[in-house]
């Protein structure tokens, strides 16, 4: 099963996004992150919903952040690109009426549950701003392009 990467690749933008102060157009974010503007600006359209991003029309128009690192949880961006199912596993239905498929299911489902309440309390824990410095801790030391601005040098401004 194909991995839901929604979560990563808008931490990936916004991160982007806090570290440069012109706007990013969809173009740019969809060769960034190997997709098509239209998948972006579907994306995005969830977090300027939240107040995380603003886009701007026009000629010179893109996107660029509208909060404030240290106000921006995981949990919220999480919630804000629509991320569907946290874990790939479940409970089994080949055999609905069969009482031990109902035992492992009713057992899953807990443990499920509680794992998924524990991550998002986590999440809700981690802002932007921990990534960042995380991110200037680790990495801002290379000056390699790929890890400080993942456009490429044609789509630069």
């Not at 609905?96 to 549950?113: H, K, R, W």
Request: aromatic content about 6%.
């Amino acid at each position: 099963m194909r991995q839901d990467n929604k979560l990563s690749r808008m931490l990936h933008v916004l991160l982007h996004m806090a570290r440069h102060e012109d706007v990013y157009t969809s173009e740019q974010i969809a060769h960034m992150l190997g997709t098509n503007s239209a998948v972006v600006r579907r994306t995005l359209a969830g977090l300027r919903e939240a107040g995380f991003v603003t886009s701007v029309k026009g000629h010179h128009g893109g996107w660029r952040i509208a909060a404030p690192l240290r106000d921006i949880s995981l949990l919220d961006i999480y919630r804000a690109v629509g991320v569907k199912q946290l874990f790939a596993i479940g409970g089994g239905d080949a055999h609905p009426e069969c009482a031990v498929e109902a035992a492992v299911n009713q057992a899953l489902g807990s443990v499920l549950d509680e794992a998924q309440q524990a991550l998002l309390a986590r999440f809700a824990e981690i802002s932007l701003q921990d990534l960042s410095e995380r991110f200037e801790r680790h990495f801002a030391g290379d000056n390699s392009t790929e890890i400080t601005d993942c456009r490429s040098a044609e789509t630069q401004k």
